[in-house]
Nanobody, 124 residues
Framework: QVQLVESGGGLVQAGGSLRLSCAAS????????MGWFRQAPGKEREFVAT????????YYADSVKGRFTISRDNTKNTVYLQMNSLKPEDTAVYYC?????????????????WGQGTQVTVSS
């Protein structure tokens, strides 16, 4: 079992930046691939970014590529999402998730554990 708690969300103007954090507790953090997803009102939860167990490889949705950066610190049991050049369409609840499997990390069903989410609102 692992527990995930996101923080760092808030209200920001378009063009601004936010850094989300997700703190994990429970089983060894480095055992899990980590991912970020988001869900806007009335829409399905969608993939944002994923990072491998060691942090050596990352993958992003096309919509955030070049603007968002996922990283992790296995000594602090934390994964981050640095979001730059934010747009109003980035407004959503952002969730971190932990995956113990060996898939691509881009699909919701691959993830075993989820945080409660943190709201990000980007004003125009």
């Amino acid at each position: 079992q692992v527990q995930l708690v996101e923080s760092g969300g808030g209200l920001v103007q378009a063009g601004g930046s936010l850094r989300l954090s997700c703190a994990a507790s429970g089983r060894t953090f480095s055992y899990y691939r980590m991912g970020w997803f988001r869900q806007a009102p009335g829409k399905e939860r969608e993939f944002v970014a994923t990072i491998t167990r060691s942090g050596g490889n990352t993958y992003y949705a096309d919509s955030v590529k070049g603007r968002f950066t996922i990283s992790r610190d296995n000594t602090k049991n934390t994964v981050y999402l640095q979001m730059n050049s934010l747009k109003p369409e980035d407004t959503a609840v952002y969730y971190c998730a932990a995956d113990s499997g060996t898939g691509t990390g881009t699909r919701r069903y691959e993830y075993d554990y989820w945080g409660q989410g943190t709201q990000v609102t980007v004003s125009s």
